[in-house]
């Protein structure tokens, strides 16, 4: 079956660090990988997209990678700030979903200054 | 504001009663879709209409049907509830078909309780 795999234990860190979230994925072959931030009962927010055929994306202090060999997403975050405390969320189209998003059950970042 | 609009913000009922959900998408969007939330879950597919017609259906349950009206706006309708039907439901919406390739918006969810 196809999987999503998030790391589900918090990561903490501190202000002005990196923060790097990991996305795995099973039996999917993806064109597109999409990572989408939620803050507590808010919904899902749309962040980055990359490629299959983009190593890397950024967007001011966000970067993701993507790896189809590893089957591997990171996320990172630069220089980061108590209000980038939130979960984020790894997206790739499944089988099982027709054209929809299938998402990872996300990692809760917690920035402390 | 993501422009989709979702009704009702909360809703507290009992088991086995029979609730909606309604959903306007971002103007323009054609396709709707629909996501359940629980603790334990995740963000899990539900079902998929573009444009009036279902496109994609992922773990949803026979209690449940949804359609998409010719304004495209949608309805979510939830019946024989049970306890464990107790999340959060978001519609979300995009311009296509589907997600291949392209953002999909997320209205701000219907928390429902079943007691």
């Known amino acids: 079956s196809q999987k999503i795999e998030q790391n589900s234990e918090a990561l903490n860190i501190q202000e002005g660090k990196t923060a790097t979230l990991t996305c795995n994925y099973t039996n999917y072959s993806p064109a597109y990988l999409q990572w989408y931030r939620q803050d507590p009962g808010r919904g899902p927010v749309f962040l980055l997209l990359i490629r299959e055929n983009e190593k890397e994306k950024r967007k001011e202090r966000l970067k993701v990678t993507f790896d189809t060999t590893l089957k591997q997403s990171l996320f990172h975050i630069t220089a980061s700030q108590p209000a980038d405390s939130a979960t984020y969320l790894c997206?790739?189209?499944?089988?099982?979903?027709?054209?929809?998003?299938?998402f990872g059950k996300g990692t809760s970042l917690l920035v402390t200054p | 504001d993501s422009g989709v609009t979702q009704t009702p913000k909360h809703l507290i009922t009992a088991t086995g009663q029979r609730v909606t959900l309604r959903c306007s998408p971002r103007?323009?969007?054609?396709?709707v879709y629909w996501y359940q939330q629980s603790l334990d879950q995740g963000l899990q597919f539900l079902i998929q209409y573009y444009n009036g017609e279902e496109r994609a259906k992922g773990n949803i349950l026979e209690r449940f049907s949804a359609q998409q009206f010719p304004d495209l706006h949608s309805e979510l309708n939830l019946s024989s509830l049970e306890l464990g039907d107790s999340a959060l439901y978001f519609c979300a919406s995009s311009p296509s078909g589907g997600a291949w390739g392209n953002t999909i918006y997320f209205g701000e969810g219907s928390w429902l309780t079943v007691v």
């Open positions: 997206a790739l189209v499944g089988s099982n979903s027709g054209y929809a998003l299938n």
């Open positions: 103007s323009g969007d054609l396709s």
